[in-house]
């Protein structure tokens, strides 16, 4: 091999068209292996829905049985379960496991490059590949590098408000295996995909979604993958066998962001002229005229210019050339709105009409882990006084990607406290130190910070520009307590300060996962910044 070739990523796997299992009575008195029970249910969904369908089960995971302890006891407490066809082979993989099997169940965290035990193997499936051959539902799919949470949960929340019996799954820790019997080719089903359960799915041809949404593209997991290429191509993959009959939704504007080395500054772009589909965009400004899709107008409403043809096949051909489908929301941040706005979008096409979708989407709350807001803490620093400050706690602990963090500083009208670091996963860090710069319109008003690799670099580039910050700390207890005494060192502040949790990193070592960290981070706040009664003052007399 040449030395350039040597630098070349190495060719993705390609699995073969189709699914081992034609239907799902296919899967009684097979010899199936579960790689990966993992915590977050998708291994334990897998298990449940084969051991119901007769397989005789193994399930492997490098992690131990006390580790995996909560998932097994659910499984074990269910007496509806053959649990004598199940067998768990923890601590560690063998390699039998995976040659005997029929077919072998991988957990999308798992690369294939590589892996032993997965070469070993006669067959390989996803729970995702699973659902998708035996389910007939119309599929909306979202992948993307930020917001793809946000995205599919409003999606969900306006299908349902509007009358559709829909479901939601996939890597929003939801496994669609839960909800397939529920399924019909009139139940709407909203995936959120990342970029390794695309991969899984590359050369079945299973994937074939009426409705594919691709969120901001900026450089994630590049401690996965070889370089930006790699990893786009894998999200490519989400439009790769729709038809002209479906419809991709796509990022119009420039964002340099999005770059990782590759010199392209619009994805939305290259994938507009790849795709089969009807292409529509969505901006931050008007979209030039001929181009289908939504902006926001300078007011922060969303306008949806579609083509005549669907108006007409939804009786709303009135004439006019454009709709506004989104006015004020209740969660905040500008890059949310862009996120709602795309969902109301899907029921724009979906045939909701405009006057419906602005009150269905100006409803929506937002998701847990997401720019939640859940606790507020008020504390007079002076009794004597009717001044009160209010300090109010946003979770936005799934932002795991440098651009989240800096976005979620710029998300309210004042200044924010922001808390972030973790976990390195070999992304360029500096979004964060420049939002703190001077850069941007809203600088944060304090930094602190949570122990951890990334956390490392984020503090160097915070030195380099003489921007101060407290920690880092190396657990949320240590962070919560000293953020409270700087608070209540602070004599005569009063108003209102807000408090977001955007870690721009992800939580390996700490925390078992992001979810875990925001709910950590949740139940830490309360316990220490709990609300006292205001003190009363004698009057002396």
Request: proline share 5%; net charge neutral; charged share 25%.
């Given at each position: 091999?040449?030395?350039?070739?040597?630098?070349?990523?190495?060719?993705?796997?390609?699995?073969?068209?189709?699914?081992?299992?034609?239907?799902?009575a296919d899967?009684?008195?097979?010899?199936?292996?579960?790689?990966?029970?993992?915590?977050?249910?998708?291994?334990e969904?897998?298990?449940?829905?084969?051991l119901?369908?007769?397989?005789?089960v193994?399930?492997?995971?490098?992690?131990?049985?006390?580790?995996?302890?909560?998932?097994?006891?659910s499984?074990?407490?269910?007496?509806?379960?053959?649990?004598?066809?199940?067998?768990y082979?923890?601590?560690?993989?063998?390699?039998?496991?995976?040659?005997?099997?029929?077919v072998?169940?991988?957990?999308?965290?798992?690369?294939?490059?590589?892996?032993?035990?997965l070469?070993?193997?006669?067959?390989?499936?996803?729970?995702?590949?699973?659902?998708?051959?035996?389910?007939t539902?119309?599929?909306i799919?979202?992948?993307g590098?930020k917001?793809?949470?946000?995205?599919?949960?409003?999606?969900?929340?306006?299908?349902?408000?509007?009358?559709f019996?829909?479901?939601?799954?996939g890597?929003?820790?939801?496994?669609?295996?839960?909800?397939?019997?529920?399924?019909?080719?009139?139940?709407?089903v909203?995936?959120?995909?990342?970029?390794?359960?695309?991969?899984?799915?590359?050369g079945?041809?299973?994937?074939?979604?009426h409705?594919a949404?691709?969120?901001?593209?900026?450089?994630?997991?590049?401690n996965?993958?070889?370089?930006?290429l790699?990893?786009?191509?894998?999200?490519?993959?989400?439009?790769?066998?729709?038809?002209k009959?479906d419809?991709?939704i796509?990022?119009f504007?420039d964002?340099?962001?999005?770059?990782?080395?590759?010199?392209?500054?619009?994805?939305?772009?290259?994938?507009?002229?790849?795709?089969?589909?009807?292409?529509?965009?969505?901006?931050k400004?008007?979209?030039p005229?001929?181009v289908?899709?939504?902006?926001?107008?300078?007011?922060?409403?969303?306008?949806?210019?579609?083509?005549?043809?669907?108006?007409?096949?939804?009786?709303?051909?009135?004439?006019?050339?454009?709709?506004?489908?989104?006015?004020?929301?209740?969660?905040?941040?500008?890059?949310?709105?862009?996120?709602?706005?795309n969902?109301?979008?899907?029921?724009?096409?979906m045939?909701?009409?405009?006057?419906?979708?602005?009150?269905?989407?100006?409803?929506?709350?937002?998701?847990?882990?997401?720019?939640?807001?859940?606790?507020?803490?008020?504390w007079?620093?002076?009794p004597?006084?009717?001044?009160?400050?209010?300090?109010?706690f946003y979770?936005?602990?799934?932002a795991?990607?440098?651009?989240a963090?800096?976005?979620?500083?710029?998300?309210f009208?004042?200044p924010?406290?922001?808390?972030?670091?973790?976990?390195?996963?070999?992304?360029d860090?500096?979004?964060?130190?420049?939002?703190?710069?001077?850069?941007?319109?809203?600088?944060?008003?304090a930094?602190f910070?949570?122990?951890?690799?990334?956390?490392?670099?984020?503090?160097?580039?915070?030195?380099?520009?003489?921007?101060h910050?407290?920690?880092p700390?190396?657990?949320?207890?240590?962070l919560?307590?000293?953020?409270k005494?700087?608070?209540?060192?602070?004599?005569?502040?009063f108003?209102?300060?807000?408090?977001v949790?955007?870690p721009?990193a992800?939580?390996?070592?700490?925390?078992k996962?992001?979810?875990?960290?925001?709910?950590?981070?949740?139940?830490k706040?309360?316990?220490?910044?709990?609300q006292?009664?205001?003190?009363?003052?004698?009057?002396?007399?």
């Amino acid at each position: 091999m040449s030395e350039e070739e040597k630098l070349l990523p190495p060719v993705p796997h390609v699995y073969p068209e189709g699914c081992f299992f034609k239907t799902p009575a296919d899967i009684a008195g097979k010899k199936v292996t579960v790689m990966g029970l993992g915590l977050n249910g998708g291994g334990e969904a897998t298990v449940r829905f084969l051991l119901r369908h007769g397989a005789y089960v193994t399930v492997t995971d490098m992690k131990s049985a006390k580790d995996l302890d909560e998932t097994i006891q659910s499984i074990e407490k269910d007496r509806s379960l053959d649990k004598t066809h199940l067998t768990y082979h923890l601590d560690g993989h063998i390699i039998e496991d995976f040659s005997e099997a029929d077919v072998v169940i991988k957990n999308p965290g798992v690369k294939y490059d590589g892996n032993k035990y997965l070469a070993a193997a006669r067959a390989i499936e996803t729970d995702l590949s699973l659902f998708l051959q035996f389910t007939t539902a119309p599929i909306i799919a979202v992948t993307g590098s930020k917001g793809k949470s946000s995205t599919v949960s409003a999606i969900y929340y306006g299908l349902k408000k509007a009358g559709f019996k829909a479901f939601l799954g996939g890597n929003i820790t939801v496994s669609p295996l839960t909800f397939l019997d529920q399924t019909s080719g009139t139940t709407p089903v909203v995936l959120e995909l990342s970029s390794w359960q695309l991969a899984d799915l590359r050369g079945r041809k299973l994937l074939k979604p009426h409705i594919a949404i691709i969120t901001k593209i900026v450089p994630d997991h590049q401690n996965f993958y070889h370089s930006m290429l790699s990893y786009v191509a894998d999200k490519k993959l989400i439009y790769a066998d729709q038809t002209k009959d479906d419809y991709t939704i796509l990022d119009f504007d420039d964002d340099p962001a999005a770059d990782g080395g590759t010199l392209i500054s619009n994805w939305g772009n290259i994938f507009a002229k790849e795709t089969k589909a009807k292409v529509f965009r969505y901006s931050k400004f008007r979209l030039p005229d001929g181009v289908m899709g939504v902006w926001q107008d300078r007011t922060g409403n969303g306008i949806a210019r579609l083509p005549t043809e669907l108006l007409s096949s939804h009786s709303r051909n009135h004439g006019k050339e454009t709709d506004t489908i989104m006015k004020s929301l209740v969660v905040p941040g500008k890059h949310m709105r862009l996120n709602v706005l795309n969902a109301a979008l899907v029921l724009d096409i979906m045939g909701v009409a405009p006057s419906q979708i602005v009150d269905i989407v100006g409803s929506w709350t937002g998701i847990e882990h997401r720019l939640e807001f859940f606790h507020e803490w008020k504390w007079w620093s002076n009794p004597n006084s009717s001044n009160t400050l209010k300090i109010r706690f946003y979770n936005d602990s799934a932002a795991t990607v440098p651009e989240a963090a800096a976005e979620a500083t710029q998300a309210f009208r004042e200044p924010v406290i922001l808390i972030c670091g973790g976990t390195d996963k070999g992304l360029d860090l500096s979004p964060i130190a420049n939002t703190v710069s001077s850069m941007c319109k809203i600088r944060p008003s304090a930094i602190f910070l949570l122990a951890g690799s990334a956390t490392d670099k984020i503090v160097t580039q915070l030195a380099e520009k003489n921007i101060h910050f407290f920690g880092p700390y190396p657990d949320l207890d240590k962070l919560l307590t000293s953020l409270k005494v700087e608070i209540e060192s602070k004599k005569g502040i009063f108003g209102q300060k807000i408090v977001v949790f955007s870690p721009g990193a992800t939580s390996f070592g700490m925390f078992k996962n992001e979810f875990d960290r925001g709910n950590q981070f949740k139940e830490k706040v309360k316990e220490i910044f709990v609300q006292e009664k205001r003190p009363v003052v004698k009057s002396g007399r």
